[in-house]
């Protein structure tokens, strides 16, 4: 599975942005596909996340903030990120889900940058 992010920038806080991921490869292998930020202390903590069946799943901190979706005829999923604030900086890195053999195994796209910031 190939993952591709596209979208990060800068934004002034209470701003928005939208981040997408195109999949491509085994993309019938997903079982969900999500986003991750990387802290300060460089751990990559859940974002937001959907599966297949398009169950979704927030962090608090971005709860009525952000909106994930999926397309599946583009193999895409998007981030809709608004009312951003100072403290969503960060790298952000999309994420396929896999379970070969019942056993997880993530995929990773490249990272994009989202600073927030007056």
């Known amino acids: 599975v190939q993952l591709v992010e596209s979208g990060g920038g800068s934004v002034q806080p209470g701003g928005s942005l939208r981040l997408s991921c195109v999949a491509s490869?085994?993309?019938?292998?997903?079982?969900?596909m999500g986003w991750y930020r990387q802290t300060p202390d460089n751990r990559r903590e859940l974002v937001a996340s959907i599966t297949r069946g398009d169950s979704t799943n927030y962090a608090d901190a971005v709860k009525g903030r952000f909106t994930i979706s999926r397309d599946n005829a583009k193999n895409t999923v998007n981030l809709q990120m608004d009312t951003l604030k100072p403290e969503d900086t960060a790298v952000y890195y999309c994420n396929a889900e896999t379970y070969p053999d019942n056993v997880r195994l993530d995929f990773w796209g490249h990272g994009t940058q989202v600073t927030v910031s007056s």
């Open positions: 490869g085994s993309i019938f292998s997903i079982y969900a």
